[in-house]
Protein backbone atom coordinates (compact mmCIF):
# COMPACT_ATOMS: atom_id res chain seq x y z
CA UNK A 1 0.00 0.00 0.00
CA UNK A 2 1.12 3.50 -0.96
CA UNK A 3 2.14 5.37 1.56
CA UNK A 4 2.27 9.24 1.56
CA UNK A 5 2.64 11.59 4.56
CA UNK A 6 2.16 15.12 4.99
CA UNK A 7 3.21 17.65 7.97
CA UNK A 8 1.88 19.75 9.12
CA UNK A 9 -1.87 18.67 8.77
CA UNK A 10 -3.11 21.90 9.54
CA UNK A 11 -1.48 25.31 10.05
CA UNK A 12 -2.25 29.09 10.89
CA UNK A 13 -0.51 31.54 8.95
CA UNK A 14 0.06 35.23 9.07
CA UNK A 15 -0.08 37.24 5.84
CA UNK A 16 3.29 38.12 4.35
CA UNK A 17 4.97 35.39 6.83
CA UNK A 18 6.85 31.75 5.44
CA UNK A 19 5.19 28.31 5.12
CA UNK A 20 6.71 24.95 4.32
CA UNK A 21 4.38 21.83 3.53
CA UNK A 22 6.37 18.86 3.84
CA UNK A 23 5.89 15.68 1.62
CA UNK A 24 7.27 12.51 2.67
CA UNK A 25 6.37 8.97 0.41
CA UNK A 26 7.90 5.41 1.00
CA UNK A 27 6.98 3.78 -2.12
CA UNK A 28 10.26 5.02 -4.19
CA UNK A 29 7.96 6.87 -6.67
CA UNK A 30 10.05 9.04 -8.91
CA UNK A 31 6.96 11.76 -9.50
CA UNK A 32 5.64 13.34 -6.44
CA UNK A 33 2.66 16.23 -6.98
CA UNK A 34 1.19 19.20 -4.97
CA UNK A 35 -2.33 19.92 -5.41
CA UNK A 36 -4.59 22.51 -4.46
CA UNK A 37 -8.00 22.03 -3.05
CA UNK A 38 -10.11 24.78 -2.82
CA UNK A 39 -13.88 24.57 -1.47
CA UNK A 40 -16.10 23.61 -4.15
CA UNK A 41 -13.83 22.48 -6.46
CA UNK A 42 -11.94 20.10 -7.77
CA UNK A 43 -7.71 20.23 -7.38
CA UNK A 44 -5.54 22.15 -9.37
CA UNK A 45 -1.87 21.19 -9.78
CA UNK A 46 1.05 23.67 -8.55
CA UNK A 47 4.25 21.85 -8.85
CA UNK A 48 5.33 18.44 -9.56
CA UNK A 49 8.78 16.64 -9.60
CA UNK A 50 10.42 13.40 -11.46
CA UNK A 51 13.85 13.38 -10.42
CA UNK A 52 15.78 14.83 -6.75
CA UNK A 53 16.55 18.08 -7.17
CA UNK A 54 14.51 19.16 -10.03
CA UNK A 55 11.06 20.52 -10.17
CA UNK A 56 8.23 21.50 -12.71
CA UNK A 57 5.53 24.34 -13.00
CA UNK A 58 2.09 22.83 -12.41
CA UNK A 59 -0.84 25.08 -13.65
CA UNK A 60 -1.34 27.35 -10.85
CA UNK A 61 2.34 28.25 -9.58
CA UNK A 62 2.14 31.69 -9.12
CA UNK A 63 3.19 32.32 -5.35
CA UNK A 64 4.56 29.09 -4.68
CA UNK A 65 7.98 27.35 -5.06
CA UNK A 66 8.77 23.45 -4.58
CA UNK A 67 12.01 21.57 -3.30
CA UNK A 68 13.02 18.09 -4.32
CA UNK A 69 16.00 17.48 -1.81
CA UNK A 70 15.60 13.66 -2.15
CA UNK A 71 13.25 10.71 -4.11
CA UNK A 72 11.64 10.79 -0.58
CA UNK A 73 10.53 14.31 -0.11
CA UNK A 74 9.11 17.18 -1.75
CA UNK A 75 7.72 20.20 -0.20
CA UNK A 76 5.84 23.40 -0.63
CA UNK A 77 6.94 26.76 0.15
CA UNK A 78 5.12 29.84 0.13
CA UNK A 79 7.65 32.73 1.24
CA UNK A 80 4.63 35.51 1.39
CA UNK A 81 1.66 33.76 1.84
CA UNK A 82 -1.24 35.39 1.03
CA UNK A 83 -5.11 35.13 2.46
CA UNK A 84 -5.83 33.57 -1.15
CA UNK A 85 -3.50 30.99 -0.51
CA UNK A 86 -5.85 29.55 2.08
CA UNK A 87 -7.08 26.30 1.15
CA UNK A 88 -6.66 21.85 1.47
CA UNK A 89 -3.06 21.62 0.05
CA UNK A 90 -2.37 17.78 -1.07
CA UNK A 91 0.58 15.90 -2.13
CA UNK A 92 0.12 12.40 -4.19
CA UNK A 93 3.28 10.34 -5.52
CA UNK A 94 3.21 8.21 -9.03
CA UNK A 95 5.08 5.26 -10.41
CA UNK A 96 6.41 5.97 -13.29
CA UNK A 97 4.24 2.95 -15.22
CA UNK A 98 1.08 3.93 -14.41
CA UNK A 99 -1.32 6.84 -14.29
CA UNK A 100 -2.56 6.42 -10.51
CA UNK A 101 -1.68 9.01 -8.04
CA UNK A 102 -1.55 7.90 -4.55
CA UNK A 103 -2.39 11.25 -1.78
CA UNK A 104 -1.58 12.33 1.47
CA UNK A 105 -4.34 12.96 4.18
CA UNK A 106 -4.00 17.30 2.69
CA UNK A 107 -2.67 19.85 4.74
CA UNK A 108 -4.74 22.75 6.07
CA UNK A 109 -3.39 25.68 5.59
CA UNK A 110 -5.27 29.10 6.64
CA UNK A 111 -3.63 32.62 6.36
CA UNK A 112 -5.07 35.32 8.27
CA UNK B 1 -6.63 22.85 -23.62
CA UNK B 2 -8.24 19.98 -20.99
CA UNK B 3 -11.63 20.39 -18.80
CA UNK B 4 -13.85 18.73 -16.92
CA UNK B 5 -17.28 19.32 -15.84
CA UNK B 6 -19.44 17.48 -13.08
CA UNK B 7 -22.61 19.03 -13.97
CA UNK B 8 -24.35 17.78 -10.51
CA UNK B 9 -22.54 19.52 -7.11
CA UNK B 10 -24.57 17.20 -4.87
CA UNK B 11 -26.84 13.93 -5.62
CA UNK B 12 -28.95 12.21 -2.29
CA UNK B 13 -29.65 8.47 -3.22
CA UNK B 14 -31.58 5.76 -1.00
CA UNK B 15 -29.43 2.87 -0.21
CA UNK B 16 -30.01 -0.10 -2.34
CA UNK B 17 -30.94 1.69 -5.01
CA UNK B 18 -29.20 2.17 -8.51
CA UNK B 19 -26.08 5.69 -9.06
CA UNK B 20 -25.02 7.36 -12.21
CA UNK B 21 -22.61 10.50 -11.43
CA UNK B 22 -22.25 12.16 -14.75
CA UNK B 23 -18.97 13.33 -15.82
CA UNK B 24 -18.02 15.56 -19.17
CA UNK B 25 -14.45 15.77 -20.36
CA UNK B 26 -12.98 18.17 -23.29
CA UNK B 27 -9.78 17.15 -24.45
CA UNK B 28 -7.87 17.63 -27.66
CA UNK B 29 -6.68 14.36 -27.70
CA UNK B 30 -8.09 10.72 -26.31
CA UNK B 31 -7.29 11.25 -23.14
CA UNK B 32 -6.48 9.52 -19.80
CA UNK B 33 -9.47 9.34 -17.55
CA UNK B 34 -9.64 8.49 -13.64
CA UNK B 35 -12.44 8.77 -10.99
CA UNK B 36 -11.43 9.23 -7.34
CA UNK B 37 -13.13 9.61 -4.35
CA UNK B 38 -12.32 11.36 -1.07
CA UNK B 39 -13.85 10.47 2.13
CA UNK B 40 -14.19 12.90 4.67
CA UNK B 41 -10.65 14.35 6.38
CA UNK B 42 -8.84 11.93 3.93
CA UNK B 43 -6.74 12.00 0.73
CA UNK B 44 -8.33 10.80 -2.67
CA UNK B 45 -8.26 7.70 -3.50
CA UNK B 46 -8.55 5.76 -7.11
CA UNK B 47 -11.61 4.14 -7.94
CA UNK B 48 -11.02 3.18 -11.44
CA UNK B 49 -9.17 4.58 -14.88
CA UNK B 50 -9.69 4.10 -18.14
CA UNK B 51 -6.55 4.36 -20.83
CA UNK B 52 -7.89 2.54 -23.77
CA UNK B 53 -10.10 -1.04 -25.00
CA UNK B 54 -13.62 -1.94 -23.40
CA UNK B 55 -15.07 1.32 -22.72
CA UNK B 56 -16.44 -0.18 -19.27
CA UNK B 57 -14.23 -0.63 -16.72
CA UNK B 58 -14.58 -2.28 -13.34
CA UNK B 59 -13.43 -0.49 -10.21
CA UNK B 60 -13.49 -1.01 -6.76
CA UNK B 61 -16.53 -1.86 -4.19
CA UNK B 62 -18.79 -2.47 -7.33
CA UNK B 63 -18.46 0.68 -9.11
CA UNK B 64 -17.93 1.02 -12.70
CA UNK B 65 -17.53 3.79 -15.66
CA UNK B 66 -18.66 3.86 -19.39
CA UNK B 67 -16.26 6.06 -21.90
CA UNK B 68 -17.95 7.73 -24.65
CA UNK B 69 -16.22 8.84 -27.40
CA UNK B 70 -19.02 10.40 -28.96
CA UNK B 71 -20.46 12.21 -25.60
CA UNK B 72 -17.13 13.34 -24.47
CA UNK B 73 -18.15 11.40 -21.40
CA UNK B 74 -17.03 9.33 -18.36
CA UNK B 75 -19.90 8.60 -16.05
CA UNK B 76 -19.52 6.35 -13.02
CA UNK B 77 -22.26 3.92 -11.81
CA UNK B 78 -23.05 1.53 -9.11
CA UNK B 79 -25.74 -0.77 -9.18
CA UNK B 80 -27.00 -0.79 -5.16
CA UNK B 81 -25.36 2.03 -3.09
CA UNK B 82 -24.17 1.69 0.57
CA UNK B 83 -24.10 4.12 3.32
CA UNK B 84 -20.63 3.99 3.51
CA UNK B 85 -20.63 5.23 -0.27
CA UNK B 86 -21.28 8.72 0.80
CA UNK B 87 -17.76 10.76 -0.24
CA UNK B 88 -17.07 13.03 -3.12
CA UNK B 89 -16.53 11.84 -6.36
CA UNK B 90 -14.16 13.38 -8.13
CA UNK B 91 -13.29 13.18 -12.49
CA UNK B 92 -10.28 13.39 -13.45
CA UNK B 93 -8.70 13.62 -17.00
CA UNK B 94 -5.06 13.89 -18.35
CA UNK B 95 -4.26 14.26 -22.05
CA UNK B 96 -0.52 14.01 -21.04
CA UNK B 97 1.61 10.83 -21.88
CA UNK B 98 5.10 9.93 -20.44
CA UNK B 99 6.93 12.05 -17.41
CA UNK B 100 3.83 14.62 -17.50
CA UNK B 101 1.07 11.82 -17.15
CA UNK B 102 -0.22 12.69 -13.66
CA UNK B 103 -0.82 16.67 -14.38
CA UNK B 104 -4.57 16.00 -13.78
CA UNK B 105 -7.30 18.20 -14.42
CA UNK B 106 -10.11 17.15 -12.06
CA UNK B 107 -13.80 18.06 -11.87
CA UNK B 108 -15.30 20.20 -9.06
CA UNK B 109 -16.54 17.14 -7.60
CA UNK B 110 -19.64 15.27 -6.38
CA UNK B 111 -20.88 15.19 -3.01
CA UNK B 112 -22.69 11.75 -2.89
CA UNK B 113 -25.23 11.37 0.43
CA UNK B 114 -26.59 7.88 1.04
CA UNK B 115 -29.99 7.74 3.14
CA UNK B 116 -29.95 4.40 4.75
Known amino acids: EAAVTQSPRSKVAVTGGKVTLSCHQTNNHDYMYWYRQDTGHGLRLIHY???????EKGDIPDGYKASRPSQENFSLILELASLSQTAVYFC???????????FGEGSKLTVL | AQSVTQPDARVTVSEGASLQLRCKYSSSVTPYLFWYVQYPRQGLQLLLKYYSGDPVVQGVNGFEAEFSKSNSSFHLRKASVHWSDSAVYFCAVSSYRGSALGRLHFGAGTQLIVIP
Open chain 1, 92 to 102: ASRQGNTGQLY
Open chain 1, 49 to 55: SYVADST
